[in-house]
């Protein structure tokens, strides 16, 4: 299984939707889209707060 890690290349603030494409599969514009689409229709705090702490507790992706 894949560990999940940021992104150091596909990363727009903090790398977290490109590591989780990367690990999933998935395009990262895509995971974007869902994480925009889901802070629109249930609130910006708590998937803003959920970011954030992913920012903190997922760890950088190594050298490539």
């Known amino acids: 299984m894949k ?3 940021r992104s150091r290349t596909d990363c727009k603030i903090a790398g977290i939707c490109g590591g989780i494409g990367a690990t999933y599969g998935m395009d990262p514009t895509l995971v974007r889209l869902v994480f925009v689409l889901g802070c629109l229709l249930t609130g910006i705090i708590p998937l803003l707060a959920t970011y954030i702490a992913g920012w903190l507790i ?7």
């Open 3 to 5: 560990q999940l890690t």
């Open 58 to 64: 997922i760890p950088e992706e190594g050298p490539s």
